[in-house]
C-alpha cells in the first residue's frame, strides 16, 4: 500500500532550505535557499555567510551602529549564494527562502532569470528595503507566495 504521508514539493524544497541555513554562523539570522528547476531538481543552495576566503573569526557577526563593526557589511546573503552556487541557467526556476528577500536580493533573483518566489517568514514587511523588493517583484512578474502550514521541523 502506497504511503499518504508523505511530505509535498514545497514541504521538501523548503525543508532544504531549511537545512541549508543550519549552516549560518549567524547567532542572530539563519537562512537558508533553495533554488530548483521546472523538473523539480534542485540547482542551487545557500546560507547566510561572509564571503569565501574571509575567516568567520576576523569579521563581527554582530549588529552595529557603526557599518563596519557591523556584520551587515560583510555577510552574502543566502539567496546570492544559492545563485553563485548553481551551475545552470536559472531560467524559469523558483527559489525557496527561508526569510523574505531583501531589495538587493530581489534585484539579484529578477536578473538570474527565477520566476518564483516562496518564502517561510517575512519580519519586516514595512521597511523600506523590503517594500522596495516587493515593488521590484511585482514590476518583473515575479510569483511570490508565503508557504503556509509549513509543519516541518529538522531536530540536530
Keep these: 500500500m502506497k504511503r499518504t504521508d508523505y511530505i509535498g514539493w514545497d514541504e521538501y524544497f523548503m525543508g532544504v532550505a531549511s537545512l541549508s541555513a543550519m549552516r549560518s554562523k549567524d547567532d542572530s539570522s539563519q537562512v537558508g535557499a533553495c533554488i530548483v528547476n521546472e523538473k523539480n531538481r534542485i540547482v542551487g ?41 548553481s551551475t545552470v541557467d536559472l531560467a524559469g526556476s523558483r527559489i525557496y527562502v527561508t526569510l523574505y528577500p531583501c531589495n538587493e536580493c530581489a534585484k539579484l533573483i529578477i536578473q538570474s532569470g527565477i520566476k518564483e518566489v516562496i518564502y517561510l517568514e517575512h519580519k519586516y514587511p514595512n521597511d523600506p528595503v523590503f517594500i522596495a523588493s516587493a515593488r521590484l517583484f511585482n514590476l518583473a512578474n515575479i510569483k511570490v507566495r508565503k508557504l503556509e502550514n509549513y509543519n516541518l521541523r529538522i531536530i540536530k
Aim: proline share 7%; with cysteine; glycine share 8%.
Design 45 to 85: 543552495i545557500g546560507y547566510n555567510g561572509f564571503p569565501i576566503g574571509c575567516s568567520d573569526d576576523d569579521l563581527p557577526w554582530d549588529k552595529n551602529d557603526d557599518f563596519l563593526k557591523s556584520k551587515y557589511a560583510y555577510v552574502v546573503h543566502a539567496e546570492p549564494n544559492a545563485i553563485l552556487n
